[in-house]
């Protein structure tokens, strides 16, 4: 028999964000994240750097979340942490912390792949977001990873569609550098997007067979548009930013539904749940809206605190793996890549 009240604590470390939450059952209590100001100072994330800064804030963020939770650590039930995928040298500093503590309370271990907590997001208890049903498609989109998944339980997923070379995130971010926008760039496209013509620069879709994406053509094709146009106007960029980055963006976006409608097809499975720090698009987020009237969807976006990197995604998946003892030990190793 499992306790009626299981408290989880959670602890993602994957990549540059140090992350802790209190989970009740289903319910955050508590969610904290430390933010890593020193890699955009070099445009991207510095994966030593990384590590060093975890080992700063790991034990502030797990108080915090404590704290804020308004529980004690004895009161916890286990603790669930991120063995992958992600830079190693950030794993390993969640995954020692976790170990230590779960020996020291003397209660269970749960290791979570990062992928999956993206994409169960959607099963937190949250006041206005309701949860897909199984089975269900899931667009897992970030900065390291792009896939379609069916989801036909907790446990049982299925990789059916993955970028075979960049991430959409990466699409994102190497377009913002090429238009000279600070990192991360992402946000800042999506915000000039919204006053740009996204018909203004057609670019054209890589031709990439099934449900499978790449990226890295396109970002290719910006920057040969981008160098040429400023060789005719140098002021190019500054006086057509808003259409470039509408442009840019809508592109992405045709790309992923192209793929999604495919899926629904094949599959026959029409309802849609998105997750991963892409989700946070607004374009994107949009379109997903729409096309729940458009094609007859139901779409599922998760609330904004749950599509970047952080540990009440980890803390969900911990919740329903102990109501199932999928429990691990000390000797679990972190992983940089791991089995979907």
Request: aromatic fraction near 8%.
């Amino acid at each position: 028999m499992h306790p009626k009240e299981v408290f989880i604590l959670a602890i993602e470390s994957s990549c540059d964000d140090t992350a802790a939450a209190i989970l009740l059952n289903s319910k955050v209590l508590s969610n904290v994240v430390a933010r890593q100001s020193i890699h955009e100072q070099y445009g991207g994330v510095v994966p030593e750097l990384a590590s060093r800064a975890h080992q700063q804030n790991i034990v502030p963020v797990i108080d915090v979340a404590l704290k804020k939770a308004n529980i004690t650590k004895d009161q916890l039930s286990a603790i669930a942490f991120t063995q992958g995928p992600g830079l190693m040298g950030s794993l390993l500093v969640g995954s020692s912390f976790a170990k230590s503590l779960a020996m020291a309370l003397e209660i269970p271990l749960i290791a979570v792949n990062h992928m999956h907590a993206h994409i169960l997001a959607h099963f937190i208890d949250e006041e206005g977001f309701a949860k897909p049903t199984f089975p269900f498609l899931a667009l897992t989109i970030s900065g390291g990873h792009t896939q379609i998944v069916v989801v036909r339980s907790f446990f049982d997923m299925e990789i059916i569609g993955e970028t075979t070379d960049d991430a959409v995130g990466e699409a994102f971010d190497k377009t913002a550098k090429i238009l000279g926008f600070p990192y991360p760039g992402g946000p800042l496209i999506d915000e000039y997007a919204k006053t740009g013509n996204p018909k203004k620069f057609p670019f054209t879709k890589p031709k990439v067979p099934n449900l499978d994406f790449s990226f890295s053509g396109l970002k290719t094709q910006i920057l040969y548009f981008v160098q040429k146009s400023i060789k005719e106007n140098p002021n190019f960029i500054e006086e057509n930013k808003h259409d470039i980055c509408a442009s840019v963006q809508q592109i992405i976006i045709d790309i992923l539904m192209d793929k999604l409608k495919l899926a629904v097809a094949q599959t026959g499975i029409t309802q849609i749940a998105i997750g991963g720090g892409v989700s946070a698009n607004t374009g994107i987020r949009n379109t997903l809206k729409e096309a729940e009237n458009k094609y007859g969807w139901k779409t599922f976006i998760p609330k904004f605190d749950y599509t970047t990197d952080n540990a009440a995604m980890i803390g969900i998946v911990g919740y329903h793996k102990f109501l199932h003892d999928k429990f691990t030990d000390t000797t679990v190793v972190s992983k940089a890549r791991i089995e979907f």
